[in-house]
């Protein structure tokens, strides 16, 4: 069965500081894994998509990682803002495009002053 | 990149009636799609809206409980039938724009249902 598991569930650190999400996925085939930030009440915007033969993807202060042989991701957040407070979801496409999409239940961000 | 527009963004439902959720995209799309996202879960797929014929279903939602149209490239509905407080719920409009668009998949803003 296709999963995909993030951890921490939950995470809260200072501004400024910053962090690492995690992501192991059971998919197969794989084809490519994006990285996600919904605001609480909003819908998932995209960070980053990576397919099997890339292995990290900056987006401004947020860099992704793959390693596709050990099936794990990562997000990196650097110097982090306020603004950053979500929840961080990982989904891994068997086949591509939106159909066949495993999602993650997210890390919950939380960033204080 | 895809706006996508859907309405309303959050209402509150008597239990037993039926609501209509609408999705407008800014461009013509292919692929839409109809998620489901429960309190503190991941989202879930309903199913694959398809233009000029009928939605194609996940296991686990019915055409009865979740009617779905498509009447072109670049709206859909999706209708909650017969609400109970287990459909409390984010259900969320996207569309994929496919490789043109490397494959980035949009989401809409999310329409938020408390059933009472």
């Known amino acids: 069965k296709n999963q995909v598991e993030q951890s921490p569930q939950s995470l809260i650190i200072l501004e400024g500081k910053n962090c690492t999400l995690q992501c192991n996925y059971t998919v197969s085939p794989f084809s490519n894994l994006r990285w996600y930030k919904q605001d609480t009440g909003r819908g998932p915007v995209s960070l980053t998509i990576?397919?099997?033969?890339?292995n990290t993807k900056s987006n401004g202060r947020y860099t992704a990682t793959l390693d596709a042989d050990t099936k794990q991701s990562s997000l990196h957040i650097t110097a982090s803002q306020l603004s950053d407070s979500a929840s961080y979801i990982c989904?891994?496409?068997?086949?591509?495009?939106?159909?066949?999409?495993?999602f993650g239940k997210g890390t919950h961000l939380i960033i204080q002053p | 990149s895809a706006v996508i527009s859907q309405k309303p963004s959050r209402d509150i439902c008597q239990r037993g009636t039926s609501l209509t959720i609408q999705c407008q995209v800014d461009s013509q799309v292919t692929m839409m799609f109809w998620y489901r996202q429960q309190p503190g879960q991941s989202l879930t797929l309903i199913a694959t809206a398809n233009q000029g014929s009928e939605a194609t279903y996940e296991s686990g939602f019915v055409i009865d409980k979740f009617p779905i149209s498509r009447p072109n490239l670049t709206f859909s509905t999706l209708t909650v039938s017969n609400m109970s407080p287990e459909d409390s719920s984010i259900y969320l409009c996207?569309?994929?724009?496919?490789?043109?668009?490397?494959?980035?998949?949009?989401f809409g803003e999310g329409s938020w249902l408390t059933v009472v």
């Open positions: 996207s569309v994929d724009q496919g490789r043109s668009s490397g494959n980035t998949i949009y």
């Open positions: 989904v891994v496409s068997a086949r591509g495009g939106a159909d066949g999409l495993t």
């Open positions: 990576m397919t099997f033969s890339e």
